[in-house]
């Protein structure tokens, strides 16, 4: 651990003391942690207790969830189990690949396993005049129709996105928003950042093309359980921060394969408190440590944000409180300040405000980390704030279409009534952008926003490897919405409680 290494306000993150990582090598090291039941709010009178039938031996929520996916009984990380997929997710980078391998392998005149399990989101590469890139999407689409697939977010018009009902944008945020994130149940995509779902207290994560490719024909998959790393967040969530603050406080703390096959999950009352789409954000970058998936426990945030988007029933499944945990992480959440992680690495983490004298040419708000609703109402938060005019080009682009339309209808608070549009236009940030992935992975050259120049960026994205915006010489410094807003203001790495 580098804890001696950091600086005195990183001495709010205690890990529990008798437990090592290091101290693990197979299940045998495995020791039931002494600590705090915290018992989160849940209030699911109508659902079914949760239960994997015949329980032996107490579980965490992963192994819980992995268990009743392969009609086991108990599992115990290190298993190999086959595990039955309740939704695929597939886009238009790996999609066509998938698609290859399942045609392959199971035939021209196959059908997929089950066509109202299988959800397909371009969402990558959409707004470019790039031929191969177009293609990809005319692949999706005509092998939706050939399957008759239920799901699928089409675009055909990239004129004009409004125009395309079915079209949605960014994956991870569209199937949250579309109902297809359910607790207690098993969702993979051929996306490294399908870990996003695991917010409902779900198993999400990436699959590659190959494994894709045999779930599209069987609709199972080979996995081995994860043992499970716990983090708990208690104490108040200081207003200029969050949850971008916490999981790159998090990465910095444990580095970027800290958590490598590994479940991480997040507990404790600042958990408790944050909103879906703040859970979103938390287990979004659980893959920037290497973590297998992140977990949140379903409560009555969980819930409610599912009212109406969903008809299926599912039932949730919460760690037992003798579960066993690899290692336990405990936070004082009051006692954090805005961080930011340097280029290259999600772990580079530094304070906000050690990087002040950073000059940077641009701040990018956008993708499945940092593109939500609720991340634009942080940043507008910010610019209404501060009465200032933005000091660098700033771009927006939002993930999906509900989210601009939300950027166009919803009222900020404390703004008399202002959109976000209205406040972004006031202070001389970009038009919001076509709702995709956009620059958050560079894309094709003449993709919006994209980084063509080695220029310096603050942006609310997952990734700062050379490269990962566009040029390689480029300089990303990944931060919270609060954190790129109020850079976009100075045109330095700025902390938010400058203007908040
Ligand atoms: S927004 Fe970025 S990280 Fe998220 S799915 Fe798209 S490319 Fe990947």
């Known amino acids: 651990m580098a804890s001696s290494l950091l600086s005195p306000s990183f001495t709010s993150f205690l890990r529990t003391k008798d437990l090592s990582l290091s101290a693990f090598t197979s299940q ?24 994997t039938g015949s329980v032996r031996t107490a579980m965490t929520m992963t192994e819980k969830i992995l268990a009743r996916a392969s009609e086991k009984a108990q599992l115990t990380p290190g298993d190999n189990v086959w595990v039955n997929v309740d939704i695929l997710m597939t886009h238009d980078v790996c999609g066509p690949g998938s698609i290859g391998i399942f045609k392959r392998e199971f035939g021209e005149d196959a059908k997929v396993w089950d066509r109202e399990k299988l959800v397909i989101i371009p969402d990558h ?36 996105f409004k125009v395309n009902p079915d079209y949605k944008g960014v994956c991870h945020v569209a199937l949250a928003q579309e109902g297809h994130c359910r607790p207690g149940e098993v969702l993979l995509g051929t996306d490294s950042h399908t870990c996003t779902a695991g917010a409902f207290g779900q198993f999400a994560t990436g699959i590659g093309n190959t494994d894709a490719g045999f779930v599209l024909g069987t609709g199972k998959l080979l996995l081995k359980v994860p043992p499970t790393l716990r983090f708990v967040m208690d104490g108040e969530m ?61 409560d009555s945030t969980t819930f409610k944000y599912l009212e109406g988007k969903t008809s ?3 039932e949730p499944v919460y760690s037992d409180d003798q579960a066993r945990f690899l290692a336990e992480y405990r936070f ?69 279409q509900k989210v601009w339309m939300d950027l ?52 609310t994205t997952n990734r700062n490897f050379p490269g990962r915006m566009g040029h390689k010489e480029g300089q990303i410094y990944l931060a919270s919405p609060y954190t790129a807003a109020a850079s976009a203001l100075t045109g330095y790495v700025t902390d938010p409680r400058e203007f908040l």
């Open 125 to 160: 590469y959409i707004f470019t005049s790039d031929e191969r890139a177009n293609r990809n999407v005319d692949i999706l689409r005509d092998f939706c129709h050939e399957q008759n697939i239920k799901y699928f977010y089409d675009i055909k018009d990239l004129s004009n």
């Open 332 to 400: 004082d959440v009051s006692k954090l300040e805005p961080v930011v992680a340097k280029p290259h690495s999600p772990d580079n983490r530094a304070l906000a405000r050690e990087c002040k004298d950073v000059k940077i040419d641009r701040v990018y708000i956008g993708s499945c980390t940092g593109g939500k609703t609720e991340d634009f109402m942080a940043a507008a938060k910010v610019f209404l704030a501060s009465g200032k005019q933005v000091k660098v080009p700033t771009f927006l682009v939002p993930a999906t």
């Open 238 to 298: 200081p207003d200029y921060l969050l949850s971008k603050d916490l999981i790159l406080q998090i990465i910095g703390e444990i580095t970027v394969a800290g958590a490598t096959y590994k479940s991480m999950e997040f507990v404790g009352t600042t958990v408790e408190s944050l909103t879906m789409e703040e859970r979103m954000t938390l287990c979004n970058m659980v893959v920037e440590a290497g973590g297998k998936n992140g977990v949140v426990p379903a």
């Open 408 to 459: 166009y209808s919803l009222p900020v608070p404390g703004s008399g009534g202002k959109t976000c549009s209205q406040i972004f236009e006031e202070v001389g940030c970009d038009t919001p952008a076509s709702p995709s992935c956009g620059a958050c992975l560079g894309g094709p050259k003449d993709t919006y926003a994209r980084m063509n120049e080695p220029k310096v960026c603050v942006s």
């Open 312 to 314: 299926l029933p599912y």
């Open 28 to 51: 045998r090291c495995f020791k039931a942690v002494p600590r705090k039941i915290i018992r989160c709010a849940i209030a699911a009178p109508q659902r079914q207790p949760s239960t």
